[in-house]
């Protein structure tokens, strides 16, 4: 995708895209229906050329990306309540043991190669710095961070799995 694709087309087809989205759904699902939408865009940049009619393409997908997510809201129910929050909350050894995960990782982290642990590290971080902000303190390009990223997580996986991994019973019995 280039960067004039980028800034001239998007920006144009941006008020197309609310206006479409608005026809097809209801308020409350917008959001999902603009970033499905700008997803299916990226996909069919990186798959082949931009589409011929950039504004037929759009209304078309936007019809698409409507249709699916009528199709998948039925079958969705909201929980009555959080039930993630309130066990974890109350419970002292659901407490204890998400400490102890919690502490295992960073101590996974540590042990990973080159810059990951700082990587990783940012990446953990309850500041929550943007991708711009990670690759600056870490002295990288933006563009070098998600290949990075994922050889990073990749290694932790590994260091993860290996901690995890039951111990086979050697020998008879």
Do not use: F, N
């Not at 308020?27 to 990186?46: K, Y």
Request: charged share 30%.
């Amino acid at each position: 995708m280039t960067h004039s694709y980028d800034t001239t087309v998007i920006e144009t087809l941006r008020p197309l895209l609310a206006a479409e989205a608005h026809a097809e759904l209801p308020a409350a699902d917008l959001d999902d229906l603009e970033q499905d939408v700008w997803l299916r865009l990226l996909e069919q940049l990186a798959a082949q050329d931009p589409p011929p009619d950039p504004a037929a393409w759009l209304t078309a997908t936007v019809r698409a990306e409507a249709r699916r997510l009528r199709r998948t809201s039925v079958h969705e129910r909201p929980y009555a309540t959080e039930p993630a929050a309130d066990a974890g909350e109350s419970d002292p050894e659901l407490r204890a043991l998400a400490r102890e995960r919690a502490r295992d990782l960073h101590a996974a982290v540590r042990r990973l190669p080159g810059r990951c642990p700082r990587l990783i590290g940012a990446l953990l971080s309850p500041q929550d710095p943007t991708y711009r902000e990670i690759a600056g303190e870490l002295g990288i390009s933006q563009g070098s961070l998600g290949p990075e990223r994922s050889r990073c997580l990749g290694c932790l996986r590994r260091i993860m799995a290996s901690e995890v991994a039951p111990r086979a019973h050697r020998g008879k019995g």
